[in-house]
């Protein structure tokens, strides 16, 4: 239980151009999302939490204009990285946590964009 | 201060032998405790939740809580050459849903 998937798992892209990544939990409801991103030898950094059929919170230095984030259903989330530039080349993972008392966050296996 | 804070490693441990992973947390306010494990390019995976003080096992895992001490560790039992991996401590905060993360602790398991 709790599988988490996300698509692509890769992908390039020409800087300018928009990306968006799907996130989706396959076997339970997640009432609550998360997106991060994560360079080579680093931490992990939240970049926003987003709630089923709210706005999403952006995390401190998250430009929301550039990282568009909908959580449209209770299996769906998605990021969509718009004008995308070679500096937002990264590994964007997402995590899912389900309804009830639960904070179990259950992470996607993450998708690696390469902006050229 | 960090709000959590690892050693970074690495830590080598024989196989066959027990890894001792610590972690402490600065809030006091703290309620939930996590131990992800990341392999070098993947997504992190959930290994253990602790919620209340003491021990919690699971398989070759125990993690163990201690709120008076702010401290948790995870201890893994005849560590693997597959048990090689980044173990991230992840704490949340009474009344915020995000987790905060350790830098993580390298765990190398020789044969």
């Known amino acids: 239980g709790a599988v988490v998937s996300q698509h692509p798992s890769w992908v390039i892209c020409k800087s300018g151009t928009s990306v968006k990544i799907e996130c989706r939990s396959l076997d339970f409801q997640a009432t609550t999302m998360f997106w991060y991103r994560q360079f080579p030898k680093q931490s992990l950094m939240l970049m926003a939490t987003?709630?089923?059929?709210?706005?999403?919170?952006?995390e401190q230095g998250v430009e929301k204009d550039k990282f568009l984030i909908n959580h449209a259903s209770l299996t769906l989330s998605t990021l969509t990285v718009t004008s995308a530039h070679p500096e937002d080349s990264s590994f964007y993972i997402c995590?899912?946590?389900?309804?009830?008392?639960?904070?179990?966050?259950?992470f996607g296996p993450g998708t690696r964009l390469t902006v050229t | 201060q960090k709000e959590v804070e690892q050693n970074s490693g690495p830590l080598s441990v024989p196989e066959g032998a027990i890894a001792s992973l610590n972690c402490t947390y600065s809030d006091r306010v703290s309620q939930s405790f996590f131990w992800y494990r990341q392999y070098s390019g993947k997504s992190p995976e959930l290994i253990m939740s602790i919620y209340s003080n003491g021990d919690k096992e699971d398989g070759r895992f125990t993690a163990q809580l201690n709120k008076a001490s702010q401290y948790v560790s995870l201890l893994i039992r005849d560590s693997q050459p597959s048990d090689s991996a980044t173990y991230l401590c992840?704490?949340?905060?009474?009344?915020?849903?995000?987790?905060?993360f350790g830098t993580g602790t390298r765990l190398l398991v020789s044969p």
């Open positions: 987003s709630n089923e059929g709210s706005k999403a919170t952006y």
């Open positions: 992840a704490v949340i905060r009474t009344g915020f849903q995000k987790l905060v």
């Open positions: 995590s899912a946590r389900g309804s009830g008392g639960s904070y179990e966050q259950y």
